[in-house]
């Protein structure tokens, strides 16, 4: 039986806040003799809001009154009733997130749908979010390629490298299309980021607030810029300040992408480079994209068109899907409904190179759901081996426990989801070599991806399943 739920996705980012409504087609892809499977079979925009620069209140603080009278405009533009909606996501992305108030402004903006994915997205996340909304995993997927996608906005500028359909590395540098601003009616800059004043002052540069913007002056800073962006891509050699502009981490210096791809503000501008004012939005992001599209990021990397610009995060509007877990499974407390869990998917890659490095890739993996400085929830998702051995469980459990040894620490509990049919053993293994110390959940037959948040409910069927929410962000496909 086929359904269709509205569904509604916000971004307030560094530069712009924006909206999306969708309408999600959702069906039972099962037999009628099978567990229900229902999946997302179709998405239809059907309203686009306008694209409205975020508000502050300082460089420290959102103005949370502004951005939802913003909202509650753009429903009423879209004839939406925040009852109508059963689904969505907020996403706070960018220099945004790092804002005093970010959490403040998330849950004041949670009401405006009945059952939202809520979320912060810290660099990491972002870049998953942003390549997938521009649809880059697909492409990867279809050309068997490496492709590299850079969401460009107007305070960073965030790596997702996907390989063969799956993500293989991310980054995040502090490179944007408003890190100097200027004022239209006076001409004079008004705004130069920290890092950038740095930039300026170690390549002998000529710019300082207050000046008269020259546009020459403009363009070498932007060139300058761009160089940066070239390093993080590994097409040339990466200078002692790559380090500075990088925010946690760049992409892995091995990665030598075949395809490349932008999305953000300033990917218009890359991809339509001509334009009569090139200061018309009182910022460098018409600059910084002519000169990308100039520079050998599209002369020596194959240039794609990505399907979302400048709405590559908001498309992802939440949706959610229902499922039942396997019958073997194990959970320790009954701590439930957990909600709004990230998911961390590992690849098979990952899982096939043997169990010590399953525990590495773990480990650095994590800090992807690192936020200002706080380890958040998180759910692992493997594979995992058809029918493995006692011997191979007790190795995964080991390879998981020490993955995941920063959660253990903090005493969040330790949520393991698998594929395959073995999680009712792995849980009790990984709870005994925990020596019954810490909050274990591992479920299976369940199949989820990076980009995934889930809500465990209360268990079902005398305690055998649980119910499982999985709330996709709807990327273009």
């Known amino acids: 039986m086929r359904e269709e739920v509205l569904s509604v996705g916000i971004d307030i980012g560094t530069s712009t806040t924006q909206l999306v409504f969708s309408k999600i087609g959702i069906e039972n892809t099962a037999s009628a003799f099978g567990v229900p499977r229902i999946k997302i079979v179709d998405k239809e925009i059907i309203y686009r809001s306008d694209i409205h620069f975020t508000p502050l209140l300082s460089q420290t603080e959102i103005n949370s009154d502004e951005v939802r009278r913003i909202v509650e405009r753009e429903y009423q533009r879209a004839h939406v ?48 979010i942003s390549a997938k909304g521009a649809g880059i995993d697909k492409v990867s997927e279809e050309k068997g390629a490496t492709v590299v996608n850079l969401d460009i906005g107007g305070g960073t500028t965030n790596l997702a490298v996907f390989h063969e359909g799956e993500l293989v590395s991310t980054g995040c540098l502090d490179i944007g299309g408003r890190l100097i601003k200027i004022d239209p009616s006076s001409g004079k800059i008004i705004y130069i980021a920290d890092k950038i004043k740095q930039l300026i002052s170690e390549r002998e540069l000529h710019m300082k607030e207050g000046d008269t913007a020259d546009i020459e002056q403009l363009r070498k800073v932007v060139i300058e810029m761009v160089s940066l962006l070239e390093q993080s891509v590994n097409l040339i050699h990466r200078t002692p300040f790559y380090q500075t502009i990088v925010t946690h981490h760049g992409i892995d210096d091995s990665i030598r992408p075949q395809y490349i791809s932008f999305s953000g503000g300033v990917a218009d501008y890359v991809y339509h480079p001509e334009t009569n004012d090139v200061l018309a939005y009182g910022d460098i992001g018409i600059l910084l994209g002519q000169a990308i599209r100039q520079s050998t990021l599209c002369e020596k990397i194959k240039l794609v068109q990505a399907v979302e610009t400048i709405r590559a995060t908001v498309v992802g509007a939440g949706t959610h899907t229902t499922e039942i877990s396997g019958s073997t499974i194990t959970y320790t407390e009954e701590n439930f409904p957990m909600k709004n869990l990230p998911i961390l998917k590992l690849t098979e890659e990952d899982e096939s190179q043997g169990f010590a490095h399953l525990q590495d890739v773990l480990k650095e993996k994590l800090r992807w759901f690192i936020l200002e400085n706080e380890w958040q929830p998180v759910a692992i998702a493997i594979r995992g081996k058809k029918s493995p051995s006692f011997t191979e469980i007790q190795e995964l459990s080991q390879a998981l426990i020490g993955g995941m040894e920063a959660l253990i620490k903090v005493d969040l509990p330790l949520v393991v989801i698998v594929e395959m049919d073995f999680a009712k053993v792995l849980g009790q293994t990984m709870h005994k070599q925990l020596q019954f110390s810490r909050e274990v959940i591992c479920i299976d037959s369940i199949r989820l991806e990076n980009g995934d948040y889930i809500d465990i409910g209360k268990p079902l069927a005398n305690g055998r399943v649980l119910p499982v929410i999985i709330k996709t962000l709807v990327f273009h496909s």
């Open 81 to 128: 009733q925040p009852g109508d909606v059963q689904t969505g996501a907020v996403i706070i992305t960018g220099e945004t997130a790092r804002k005093q108030n970010a959490r403040d402004v998330l849950q004041r903006l949670s009401g405006f749908a009945g059952d939202f994915v809520v979320a912060t997205a810290g660099p990491d996340l972002e870049s998953i």
